[in-house]
């Protein structure tokens, strides 16, 4: 069966740090990649999406980048944190792009 | 218009009750449909796929009408573990950037 896992579960950041978020998924290959951010009481937003190694494309003009060094690796980093990034940061899988999405548990981060 | 709508709730329902969410979409192409759940704090879960004949799954029920655009879900002999945030969500297709979520609507289930 397929996992998908995510760490740091918390993280507290300063502003003007640097922040690199893990994820990966077992049990599956060439997975499609997807990072997701849910501000508090909001919707999830679209941050990034991958269909392959390398291949990164970015939905929303921001402060985040990704990467994608291995099949099932997926990375959120960002050189400089604001605040505006707070929030909950999820990954999620899929097979092709009109299957359903699976997600890992998240990383809550606050940036003070 | 938004993309997809749904009705934010919350819902308060006795325990044993019969609810019903529904949700709007605006792009007639979307391909595929789905009903997440998420609780408090932690990540969405895949509740249901939506598909346009209907389906069922125990005590949910998901239907599509493509004419009109929207998908509903009903849940019957509702459950204190059925509070939760319920998500519709609608697929475009075309990789990552038609998967959209709607806002989520909130279900609280009452002794």
């Known amino acids: 069966s397929q996992t998908i896992h995510q760490w740091p579960a918390t993280l507290v950041q300063p502003v003007g740090s640097p922040l690199s978020l893990e994820c990966t998924v077992e049990?599956?290959?060439?997975?499609?990649l997807y990072w997701y951010r849910q501000a508090a009481g909001r919707g999830l937003q679209l941050l990034f999406y991958s269909v392959g190694i390398g291949q990164i494309s970015s939905e929303v003009p921001q402060n985040l980048s990704a990467s994608r060094p291995q099949d099932r690796q997926f990375i959120l980093s960002s050189k400089k944190l604001l605040l505006s990034d707070s929030g909950f940061y999820l990954c999620?899988?899929?097979?092709?792009?009109?299957?359903?999405?699976?997600f890992g548990p998240g990383t809550r981060l606050t940036v003070t | 218009r938004k993309e997809v709508e749904q009705d934010p709730g919350p819902f308060n329902v006795p325990e044993g009750a019969t609810v019903a969410f529904n949700c709007t979409y605006s792009?007639?192409?979307?391909?595929?449909f789905f009903w997440y759940r998420q609780d408090c704090r932690k990540e969405p879960k895949l509740l249901m796929s939506v598909y346009s004949s209907g389906n069922e799954d125990g005590r949910f029920t998901a239907q599509l009408n493509r004419a009109s655009q929207y998908i509903s879900l009903l849940i019957r002999d509702s459950k204190l573990s059925d509070s939760a945030t319920y998500l519709c969500v609608v697929n475009g297709g075309n990789y990552g950037q038609n998967f959209v979520f709607g806002p989520g609507t909130r279900l609280s289930v009452l002794p």
């Open positions: 999620a899988w899929s097979r092709g792009s009109l299957g359903e999405q699976y």
């Open positions: 049990g599956t290959s060439n997975p499609n």
């Open positions: 792009n007639s192409a979307s391909q595929s």
